[in-house]
C-alpha cells in the first residue's frame, strides 16, 4: 500500500488515478498529521510526500514518520515544487530516498514509485 501525502486536490487525484493506472493499492492524507497517524496505524510500503503541507512541513514530517516503528526502512519519495539542491539535499538528509519535481511529469512519476516498490520487495523478501 503506498500513502500519498498531498494537499492539493487537483495533485491528489491526478497522483491517484496514475497509481490506479498501475493497479497500486493507495490511500491519500491531506495533512501532514493525517499521514503520519496513518502511517503509524499501518506501515505503508512506499510515501510520497509533499513538502509544502498546512500544518507541518515536510521535512519535519519526514523526522517524524522515520522514527515510527517499522518505518525506517519504508522508501519516502519526496514531491516539491522547489527542486533547488539545497531542498532536495535536505529532503535527503532527513530521510527521503527520492524526489519528484512539480509539477511532475507522470511517466517519470510512475517509474520512480515502480523503482521504489520493487526495491522495497527485495528488501522485504
Known amino acids: 500500500?503506498?500513502?500519498v501525502i498531498e494537499d492539493d486536490p487537483v495533485l491528489a487525484r491526478v497522483m491517484s488515478a496514475s497509481l490506479k493506472r498501475?493497479?497500486?493499492a493507495h490511500v491519500i492524507a491531506v495533512t501532514g498529521a493525517e499521514g503520519h497517524e496513518r502511517a503509524g496505524r499501518t506501515p505503508p510500503d512506499l510515501i510520497i510526500c509533499d513538502l509544502g503541507?498546512?500544518?507541518i512541513g515536510g521535512l519535519a514530517l519526514i523526522a517524524l514518520l522515520r522514527k515510527l516503528p517499522r518505518m525506517s526502512g519504508v522508501p519516502i519519495i519526496v514531491c516539491t515544487g522547489d527542486a533547488s539542491r539545497e531542498t532536495v539535499q535536505g529532503a535527503l538528509a532527513a530521510g527521503a530516498t527520492d524526489y519528484i519535481a512539480k509539477p511532475i511529469?507522470?511517466?517519470?512519476?510512475?517509474?520512480r514509485v515502480l523503482k521504489a516498490m520493487r526495491a522495497q520487495r527485495a528488501v522485504s523478501a
Do not use: H, T, W
Open 1 to 3: 500500500m503506498i500513502l
Open 105 to 111: 511529469d507522470l511517466l517519470l512519476f510512475e517509474e
Open 22 to 24: 498501475r493497479a497500486l
Open 53 to 55: 503541507l498546512p500544518d
